[in-house]
């Protein structure tokens, strides 16, 4: 059966690149992974005391409990003043809590960073993967995913036009799938 993969946007805006960095991501998978987005735009900041205090707000718990149906992470990240954006950080930090019920924990990912811009975003790639590194999520490490100058990658319709980088993400979904399988996913 296919590997359930989440995939994360970090990017609110509706002409993302990063998004549609993703949707073309989904549909280079390979038929062993299933990718599907989870939204994290309505995910309230996250604030310790909702945990402590037993009132968590609707979206953080029904955000958790869907995470069990995922057996990997992937996170598709711009850059915002050389690290990662607010919301996804956010989703981050709501997921990892309470102590102790992370829903992070074992499950493997990989990071691809996306930015109009020649530096490819890998202030945010780097700083992502020191959180992962905490949360345990066995995270790729070949092939790195920079990539830069995207508002020259996809056409009108938001579709990928760059040959050379649909190769380079096709080769880097079929990596993630064997990362996927060599890396024993369970649920949390
Ligand atoms: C608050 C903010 C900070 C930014 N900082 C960076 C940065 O450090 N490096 C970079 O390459 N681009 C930076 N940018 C530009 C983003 O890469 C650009 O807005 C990009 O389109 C965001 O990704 P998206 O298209 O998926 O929304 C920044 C944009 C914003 C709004």
Redesign the pocket.
């Known amino acids: 059966m296919a590997k359930k993969i989440a995939v994360f946007?970090?990017?609110l805006?509706k002409?993302?690149?990063?998004?549609k960095l993703a949707r073309a991501l989904i549909a280079l998978a390979p038929a062993s992974l299933a990718l599907e987005e989870v939204e994290i735009g309505e995910l309230p900041i996250y604030n310790q005391d909702f945990d402590d205090e037993g009132t968590p707000p609707l979206s953080w718990i029904s955000f958790r409990e869907h995470m069990k149906d995922f057996d990997a992470v992937l996170f598709i990240t711009?850059?915002?003043?050389?690290?990662v954006p607010a919301v996804l950080k956010n989703a981050i930090d709501v997921g990892s809590r309470p102590y102790g019920k992370s829903v992070w924990d074992g499950k493997p990912g990989a990071v691809v960073s996306?930015?109009?811009?020649g530096?490819?975003?890998f202030?945010?790639n780097h700083h992502l993967r020191q959180s992962l590194v905490f949360l345990n999520i066995p995270t790729m490490q070949q092939p790195e995913a920079y990539i830069g100058n995207?508002a020259t990658l996809f056409d009108a319709s938001g579709a990928l036009s760059s040959d050379n980088t649909r190769e380079f993400l096709q080769k880097f979904m079929s990596a993630f799938a064997t990362w996927v399988a060599a890396n024993e996913p369970r649920k949390s």
Request: some cysteine; proline content about 8%; aromatic content about 8%.
């Open positions: 946007v970090g990017s805006r002409e993302s690149f990063c998004r711009p850059e915002y003043n050389r690290s996306v930015s109009p811009g530096l490819s975003g202030g945010a995207a």
